[in-house]
């Protein structure tokens, strides 16, 4: 008879998957480290000896347990084999220098036909290091070196780059169309839960937790849609659509960093009831276009704690209602601890909190709010909060936000170098600075409805160059553009 397994015990393949997880991090470490070494020190310097033997070693071991193995980046991630490694605040740096470094030599990454020589891989890293980025195919000039060289067991894996070209009309709509109907049902779920809590209602969760369900499903399949719907602001609707965006974003930024779909789950609920205790403040004190009194002004900073208050009011508290009181009461702390309420000794954020500062301050910008006459476009939102509001929020986080969102997030008006004017509709995986976008206005500033969406990542056949390019981001009032019309 065989014995029964405890419910709480690992299976023996999450145990193998664990232990490769792992291993894939300590190489990526490792290589990362060894790169930026031998930037700094000559590969024969006794600096670079440690790193060297590290590296080495960590290679020789995984080859013994399993042969050939590979060490790929696939979009933002970096995968040993099948296995997706994980990224925590300690790891994401390495993994992202990576993944840049790879990226400019065109290469996905590298399979390990064998243990490795001291000879071999300081051949390896000078070639790395001379490769010529700009040239026309960086990936066969690393290549054909390492050949010439007789480095013959690191084998680079060339980036597969699909020819998107011009992007289909009936993919972008039918995308578009599952994405709203999670969006607005989003929004009614928010609707629901806050006004509840303003009129002591009992909150029922049950609605909240389905709505985010359908958006981690939507993003962890094509979260770029989603994130372009973020930036349609309906004033009438600010508040409940606040909560659903910063949700959106919460998750999308959770994503990138590796969370598993029951965390993100737990972070979209969390960042959906972030500003809950808003809703014991009058209506005329969130909407008063002028300074707030003395009075006033204590009303808001006392949101925080009203917040944890709701969420302890709501049947049945368990782990995903802690972690929600948690991000209530700590989402305007700030980073450098510059925020309200005060945190006691050396407490900081929570990672959830961390996360759902950044999306909740970007959302805001971008938002018409009474006591701001325009809002920020998403382009100056992301650079203010860059260059001036950076020290607020965790700068790993901060790093990985941008990755998420693009240099030119959803919403962006700009100019493109064939002078059309388009719009920004989707972040590019690939590239944060050649994102998605569709025309708005040809050549001669006249506009045009329907007009063709373009991914700028799109390469020339001939020369390799790029067939669209991005001038510079514009301001929508000045052109007279309605985001909403064309991300609807």
């Known amino acids: 008879m065989t014995e029964a397994r405890p419910a709480s015990a690992p299976r023996p393949q999450d145990e193998i998957s664990s232990r490769v997880i792992l291993a894939g991090r300590n190489l990526s470490i490792q290589l990362c480290v060894l790169i930026k070494t031998a930037r700094i020190h000559d590969v024969g310097n006794i600096a670079f000896q440690g790193p060297l033997t590290n590296f080495i070693e960590t290679v020789d071991q995984m080859w013994t347990a399993e042969k050939d193995f590979k060490l790929q980046a696939v979009g933002d991630f970096l995968y040993l084999g099948q296995h997706r490694l994980r990224v925590d605040a300690s790891s994401y740096p390495s993994y992202q220098f990576l993944i840049d470094e790879f990226r400019v030599r065109d290469l996905s990454g590298f399979s390990f036909a064998g243990k490795l020589t001291p000879p071999e891989v300081k051949k390896f890293v000078r070639l790395f290091l001379d490769v010529d980025v700009k040239a026309a195919d960086p990936f066969e000039e690393f290549s054909t070196a390492l050949t010439k060289l007789s480095v013959q067991r690191i084998i680079p894996i060339r980036t597969v780059v699909p020819q998107h070209g011009m992007v289909s009309q009936e993919e972008v709509r039918d995308s578009r169309k599952a994405a709203k109907r999670s969006f607005y049902r989003a929004i009614e779920s928010a609707r629901t839960v806050m006004l509840s809590a303003r009129d002591h209602r009992p909150v029922d969760l049950r609605k909240a937790k389905r709505a985010v369900q359908g958006i981690v499903d939507l993003i962890l399949d094509e979260e770029f849609s989603l994130i372009g719907l973020t930036a349609i602001k309906n004033h009438d609707e ?3 659509q606040h909560c659903v965006n910063v949700s959106i974003l919460s998750i999308a930024l959770g994503q990138r960093l590796g969370l598993s779909k029951k965390l993100l789950g737990e972070l979209g609920v969390a960042a959906m009831l972030h500003d809950l205790g808003k809703a014991s403040i009058p209506p005329w004190v969130l909407n008063k276009p002028g300074k707030l009194t003395q009075e006033e002004w204590k009303l808001m900073l006392d949101h925080p704690i009203q917040g944890v208050k ?3 009011r709501m049947r049945g508290l368990n782990e995903l209602a802690l972690r929600s009181m ?12 510059s925020g309200y309420p005060s945190l006691k000794g050396h407490m900081e954020q929570c990672l959830f909190s961390k996360i759902v500062a950044i999306a909740d301050c970007f959302d805001a910008m971008t938002a018409h709010r009474a006591y701001r006459k325009t809002p920020f476009p998403p382009f100056a939102a992301l650079h203010q909060i860059i260059s001036q509001n950076q020290e607020k929020f965790d700068p790993l986080l901060l ?16 100019l493109l170098d064939t002078n059309e004017i388009a719009v920004v509709t989707t972040h590019n995986a690939h590239d944060i600075f050649r994102p998605k976008v569709q025309v708005v206005a040809d050549k001669d500033r006249k506009p045009v409805q329907g ?10 056949e001939e020369s390799g160059a790029y067939a669209v390019t991005i001038v510079s981001a514009l301001d929508p009032d000045e052109y007279g553009i309605n985001i909403a019309d064309v991300l609807n």
């Open 451 to 460: 007009g063709a969406a373009i991914d700028l990542s799109t390469r020339e």
């Open 238 to 240: 600010y508040t409940f």
């Open 310 to 312: 709701m969420i302890a």
């Open 326 to 337: 948690i991000v209530a009461y700590e989402h305007h702390i700030n980073y450098d601890r």
């Open 399 to 414: 790093k990985a936000f941008i990755n998420t969102v693009g240099m030119y997030p959803a919403g962006t008006v700009v």
